[in-house]
């Protein structure tokens, strides 16, 4: 007997295989057995060695995330409609794998016991299973790994597993042909075709003395200006450009770029004097940057729907914790990150657009607030956004303003899916509440400027970090002139602001201890963010907008800027935009480590090292904070 | 003591006296170790004394699992009918599905929801309408403790007189929130499991040690 749900899962397995080739009414049969699981974000459907269950999994939605246990190295990510976890139940053995849910996650767990008989039964789910375990895949038919059955590498791959950087040494062939400079033309073009290179190294006395192209061949020999006949040396490329075999994937684009030249030659010191080592090509610089921020860029600007861009934003993670391995400044990574997620929400403002029905009724700008907007997100945090439209007439505007809301809900439901959570105070443009025209915004913030309470101070910190990702940057300035103007009149704002800033609790205890949460969900844990790097954030917001300055908004950036305003303070803005750094990256390795937004850390987990470098930051934030209580008279106001 | 309630508590029929004997059992400390019984009811209306119930799905929820099989779709024969609300849930007077008495029906409820936790939309509804019929057939109201999955979401939401809440959130907002399909939407079984899903997702954000921090 089916019933409603049996009858849905039914309806979401026939579009995948192998249960596409089953027949409906088998398929229904085997919906009313199975178990739908929810798994929360990180926690294991099976471990490594783990005797085999008795079911399999089909991902309904979220993904499940394969690896080796004790390596952070993500093995493939099981996406909506890919099958894990069967090979081991028809050979009976124990996982290989661990299963992991990468983000929160419903599974239909299918019974092996009904679905083997079918298997048998079947000969192209037969098919499907024997060719799935061949290609040791979850899922041969799936587009990902048609590459790997044809030998074409597909985008999908590139930014699943390796993690090259343009800073990176670069992997070249060390197979070298080779000829002697007498060599006759025929015997090379023989062997370069029978080795299937593009290019041969013409050595003397075992030290590279030339080499010779496919382009030499065309340009040179089928011209007629050779002969077939004719020596290697009559047309090889001489002297050769030769590089060191360290070389940076950074380096070798420019060293090819300079000589405009597609092959490198690596010698053993970089000299013609020494045996050459290996031949870099451009093609192997091509594969190289299948992870580089460019590429990636390139792929979200091209990306058409928000599934596409959460595939490329697995990559972008892939990338974040490469530099961290690589312990590339922060500054840079922070840079490049911030630049790739401004991009995809570019790209989701404009796939959003294009699905409207109807063109925008007015001008209008969207804003990233928060860690967005302050160039600081580098996990996947809390969208936080707004919406600011043009003035447009009286009857008009909550026309217009509906329409923009209904904008704001698509935008943020796609950010939703290609992996920003939704912010839980709701402060997002699909809220009326962030939704406004200019001249109401104008009067939003000038109200939190004249009536600094502890809500409107709390709601001026989160949006007076506003940048512009999309739309017209001229509504957003005249916003801000609006606001430093208010600001200007009413200098208690800054009182109540610094004050706001110095709310947060102390990071540590009379013993130079950590304070760790007292209760609730993350009881005994150190809260970061509140701690440590919110009282540094917080300083810097009152301290630049007191100085009228509205276009830094990141942290280090604006203490840098600080810095250079008040050189009396240099010492302590300087170390203050270092801490800000050092926590920033101090909380992504924790994020990408436990695949959380890394506020919350497992003192117990931290080595010494970690511990003392944490605790250096805090007597920086001490500092910060008596410079403001003191240039702001917090206290008098407290009195 | 009431003079006539020990007579009246007599003429109860067994499947009752077997539902009431799973209440002496103590319900698991732990949430995981709960089973819970989301259920729905399709009905003619909004009234507890002109309308009735057309259809009860309920599911069974334990330690995140939901097993298809073991879940309770009935059908029930009513003589009240509103065309209006038909085209709502779409149940015909006479469909085709197999519908049974209104007493059959609660009693394969009863057998089936034992002494565990009711988990609804606006659950109060469902509950009260299964108590009206309850009392059209003589029998007492139901005894399972039960938890409304919108007062849970609004504990997920942080607290902010500044920004404005909604006061009522529906099964769709809910759904929409958490991107689960809308598919089966206005069917009794699958607005159960709507609901069900956002249950799930709301219990990873408050991540409750003990049953009694959901009950509260």
Same mark, same amino acid.
């Given at each position: 007997?089916?019933?409603?749900?049996?009858?849905?899962?039914?309806?979401?397995?026939?579009?995948?295989?192998?249960?596409?080739?089953?027949?409906?009414?088998?398929?229904?049969? +085997?919906? %009313? #057995?199975?178990?739908? *699981?929810?798994?929360?974000?990180?926690?294991?459907?099976? !471990?490594?060695?783990? &005797? @085999?269950?008795?079911?399999?999994?089909?991902?309904?939605?979220?993904?499940?995330?394969?690896?080796?246990?004790?390596?952070?190295?993500?093995?493939?990510?099981?996406?909506?409609?890919?099958?894990?976890?069967?090979?081991?139940?028809?050979?009976?053995?124990?996982?290989?794998?661990?299963?992991?849910?990468?983000?929160?996650?419903?599974?239909?767990?299918?019974?092996?016991?009904?679905?083997?008989? +079918?298997? %048998? #039964?079947?000969?192209? *789910?037969?098919?499907?299973?024997?060719?799935?375990?061949? !290609?040791?895949?979850? &899922? @041969?038919?799936?587009?990902?790994?048609?590459?790997?059955?044809?030998?074409?590498?597909?985008?999908?791959?590139?930014?699943?597993?390796?993690?090259?950087?343009?800073?990176?040494?670069?992997?070249?062939?060390?197979?070298?042909?080779?000829?002697?400079?007498?060599?006759?033309?025929?015997?090379?073009?023989?062997?370069?075709?029978?080795?299937?290179?593009?290019?041969?190294?013409?050595?003397?006395?075992?030290?590279?003395?030339?080499?010779?192209?496919?382009?030499?061949?065309?340009?040179?020999?089928?011209?007629?200006?050779?002969?077939?006949?004719?020596?290697?040396?009559?047309?090889?490329?001489?002297?050769?450009?030769?590089?060191?075999?360290?070389?940076?994937?950074?380096?070798?684009?420019?060293?090819?770029?300079?000589?405009?030249?597609?092959?490198?030659?690596?010698?053993?010191?970089?000299?013609?004097?020494?045996?050459?080592?290996?031949?870099?090509?451009?093609?192997?610089?091509?594969?190289?940057?299948?992870?580089?921020?460019?590429?990636?860029?390139?792929?979200?600007?091209?990306?058409?729907?928000?599934?596409?861009?959460?595939?490329?934003?697995?990559?972008?993670?892939?990338?974040?914790?490469?530099?961290?391995?690589?312990?590339?400044?922060?500054?840079?990574?922070?840079?490049?990150?911030?630049?790739?997620?401004?991009?995809?929400?570019?790209?989701?403002?404009?796939?959003?657009?294009?699905?409207?029905?109807?063109?925008?009724?007015?001008?209008?700008?969207?804003?990233?607030?928060?860690?967005?907007?302050?160039?600081?997100?580098?996990?996947?945090?809390?969208?936080?956004?707004?919406?600011?439209?043009?003035?447009?007439?009286?009857?008009?505007?909550?026309?217009?303003?509906?329409?923009?809301?209904?904008?704001?809900?698509?935008?943020?439901?796609?950010?939703?899916?290609?992996?920003?959570?939704?912010?839980?105070?709701?402060?997002?443009?699909?809220?009326?509440?962030?939704?406004?025209?200019?001249?109401?915004?104008?009067?939003?913030?000038?109200?939190?400027?004249?009536?600094?309470?502890?809500?409107?101070?709390?709601?001026?910190?989160?949006?007076?970090?506003?940048?512009?990702?999309?739309?017209?940057?001229?509504?957003?300035?005249?916003?801000?002139?609006?606001?430093?103007?208010?600001?200007?009149?009413?200098?208690?704002?800054?009182?109540?602001?610094?004050?706001?800033?110095?709310?947060?609790?102390?990071?540590?205890?009379?013993?130079?201890?950590?304070?760790?949460?007292?209760?609730?969900?993350?009881?005994?844990?150190?809260?970061?963010?509140?701690?440590?790097?919110?009282?540094?954030?917080?300083?810097?917001?009152?301290?630049?907008?007191?100085?009228?300055?509205?276009?830094?908004?990141?942290?280090?950036?604006?203490?840098?800027?600080?810095?250079?305003?008040?050189?009396?303070?240099?010492?302590?803005?300087?170390?203050?935009?270092?801490?800000?750094?050092?926590?920033?990256?101090?909380?992504?390795?924790?994020?990408?480590?436990?695949?959380?937004?890394?506020?919350?850390?497992?003192?117990?987990?931290?080595?010494?090292?970690?511990?003392?470098?944490?605790?250096?930051?805090?007597?920086?934030?001490?500092?910060?904070?008596?410079?403001?209580?003191?240039?702001?008279?917090?206290?008098?106001?407290?009195? | 003591?009431?003079?006539?309630?020990?007579?009246?508590?007599?003429?109860?029929?067994?499947?009752?006296?077997?539902?009431?004997?799973?209440?002496?059992?103590?319900?698991?400390?732990?949430?995981?170790?709960?089973?819970?019984?989301?259920?729905?009811?399709?009905?003619?209306?909004?009234?507890?004394?002109?309308?009735?119930?057309?259809?009860?799905?309920?599911?069974?929820?334990?330690?995140?699992?939901?097993?298809?099989?073991?879940?309770?779709?009935?059908?029930?024969?009513?003589?009240?009918?509103?065309?209006?609300?038909?085209?709502?849930?779409?149940?015909?007077?006479?469909?085709?599905?197999?519908?049974?008495?209104?007493?059959?029906?609660?009693?394969?409820?009863?057998?089936?929801?034992?002494?565990?936790?009711?988990?609804?939309?606006?659950?109060?509804?469902?509950?009260?309408?299964?108590?009206?019929?309850?009392?059209?057939?003589?029998?007492?109201?139901?005894?399972?403790?039960?938890?409304?999955?919108?007062?849970?979401?609004?504990?997920?939401?942080?607290?902010?007189?500044?920004?404005?809440?909604?006061?009522?959130?529906?099964?769709?907002?809910?759904?929409?929130?958490?991107?689960?399909?809308?598919?089966?939407?206005?069917?009794?079984?699958?607005?159960?499991?709507?609901?069900?899903?956002?249950?799930?997702?709301?219990?990873?954000?408050?991540?409750?040690?003990?049953?009694?921090?959901?009950?509260?």
């Amino acid at each position: 007997m089916k019933n409603t749900i049996s009858e849905r899962i039914a309806d979401f397995l026939k579009n995948y295989p192998p249960f596409n080739s089953m027949e409906a009414k088998q398929l229904e049969h +085997l919906s %009313l #057995e199975v178990v739908i *699981i929810h798994k929360e974000t990180n926690t294991i459907v099976f !471990s490594e060695n783990e &005797n @085999p269950h008795q079911y399999f999994y089909v991902v309904n939605k979220g993904a499940i995330a394969l690896s080796k246990s004790g390596s952070s190295q993500i093995l493939d990510i099981c996406d909506e409609g890919d099958v894990f976890g069967l090979r081991p139940l028809l050979a009976h053995e124990s996982y290989k794998l661990e299963a992991k849910a990468y983000e929160e996650t419903i599974l239909y767990a299918i019974p092996i016991k009904d679905f083997k008989p +079918l298997a %048998l #039964e079947n000969k192209r *789910i037969g098919n499907f299973l024997i060719e799935s375990f061949a !290609s040791n895949t979850g &899922n @041969p038919y799936s587009i990902k790994h048609r590459g790997k059955l044809y030998g074409v590498n597909t985008e999908a791959e590139q930014y699943s597993t390796n993690k090259i950087l343009d800073l990176q040494p670069i992997k070249y062939s060390t197979d070298l042909i080779t000829c002697k400079e007498g060599t006759k033309i025929k015997t090379i073009a023989n062997k370069m075709t029978q080795y299937n290179v593009s290019c041969i190294l013409v050595e003397k006395d075992n030290l590279p003395v030339g080499i010779i192209t496919d382009k030499d061949l065309r340009k040179k020999v089928a011209t007629g200006l050779f002969p077939i006949t004719a020596a290697a040396k009559t047309i090889m490329s001489s002297p050769i450009i030769t590089y060191p075999k360290e070389l940076t994937l950074a380096q070798a684009q420019m060293a090819m770029m300079k000589s405009n030249i597609s092959h490198l030659v690596l010698t053993k010191d970089g000299t013609t004097d020494t045996k050459a080592v290996g031949i870099l090509s451009k093609h192997d610089i091509m594969v190289a940057v299948g992870n580089n921020p460019a590429v990636l860029l390139r792929a979200i600007k091209r990306a058409t729907d928000a599934k596409r861009l959460r595939a490329i934003r697995h990559g972008i993670m892939n990338l974040l914790q490469g530099y961290l391995d690589q312990n590339i400044p922060l500054g840079l990574v922070s840079k490049i990150i911030s630049e790739l997620n401004d991009a995809s929400t570019k790209q989701v403002i404009q796939i959003a657009l294009a699905k409207m029905e109807e063109e925008p009724p007015a001008r209008f700008t969207w804003l990233s607030m928060g860690s967005q907007g302050r160039g600081e997100q580098l996990l996947n945090t809390d969208q936080d956004n707004a919406i600011i439209f043009e003035d447009v007439q009286e009857e008009k505007l909550e026309a217009t303003r509906s329409c923009f809301l209904k904008l704001g809900e698509r935008i943020s439901k796609m950010l939703n899916t290609i992996g920003f959570e939704y912010c839980p105070a709701d402060m997002m443009a699909s809220n009326r509440s962030w939704c406004h025209s200019l001249t109401e915004w104008k009067k939003v913030t000038a109200h939190w400027i004249h009536n600094p309470g502890p809500e409107e101070i709390l709601l001026s910190s989160i949006f007076f970090d506003y940048n512009v990702t999309y739309g017209d940057k001229s509504l957003a300035d005249e916003l801000s002139h609006s606001i430093f103007d208010h600001a200007r009149k009413y200098p208690q704002f800054f009182t109540h602001l610094a004050s706001g800033a110095l709310q947060n609790p102390s990071p540590s205890g009379f013993f130079r201890d950590f304070l760790v949460e007292q209760d609730g969900e993350h009881k005994d844990f150190f809260d970061l963010k509140l701690r440590v790097l919110m009282p540094i954030i917080d300083a810097a917001r009152v301290l630049i907008l007191s100085h009228s300055i509205k276009s830094i908004n990141n942290t280090a950036e604006r203490y840098e800027k600080l810095a250079e305003l008040e050189p009396n303070n240099k010492e302590l803005y300087l170390a203050c935009s270092y801490a800000s750094k050092a926590l920033l990256k101090f909380r992504t390795r924790q994020g990408l480590l436990h695949n959380d937004s890394g506020r919350y850390i497992a003192l117990d987990k931290l080595n010494k090292e970690e511990k003392i470098k944490l605790k250096r930051t805090f007597k920086t934030v001490k500092e910060i904070q008596s410079l403001i209580e003191v240039r702001f008279q917090v206290k008098n106001m407290l009195r | 003591m009431w003079p006539f309630s020990q007579k009246k508590q007599l003429e109860l029929p067994d499947f009752w006296w077997e539902y009431e004997e799973h209440f002496k059992e103590k319900l698991p400390e732990g949430v995981h170790d709960n089973t819970f019984v989301v259920l729905d009811t399709e009905t003619t209306g909004f009234s507890l004394t002109r309308d009735r119930m057309l259809c009860i799905g309920a599911l069974k929820l334990l330690d995140n699992n939901i097993v298809v099989k073991d879940s309770f779709e009935v059908y029930i024969q009513q003589d009240h009918y509103d065309s209006e609300s038909a085209e709502i849930h779409g149940i015909l007077k006479k469909s085709k599905k197999e519908s049974i008495s209104e007493l059959d029906a609660l009693k394969q409820f009863l057998v089936y929801a034992k002494n565990h936790i009711l988990v609804g939309h606006h659950v109060m509804f469902d509950i009260n309408m299964i108590n009206a019929a309850l009392k059209r057939n003589g029998l007492p109201k139901l005894k399972n403790k039960t938890l409304d999955t919108e007062s849970l979401y609004i504990r997920t939401l942080l607290i902010s007189t500044v920004v404005q809440r909604k006061d009522r959130y529906t099964l769709d907002d809910l759904a929409n929130k958490f991107s689960i399909s809308r598919k089966d939407r206005h069917t009794a079984l699958g607005d159960a499991f709507i609901t069900a899903i956002a249950f799930l997702r709301i219990i990873e954000k408050l991540k409750p040690e003990k049953i009694k921090d959901l009950l509260r």
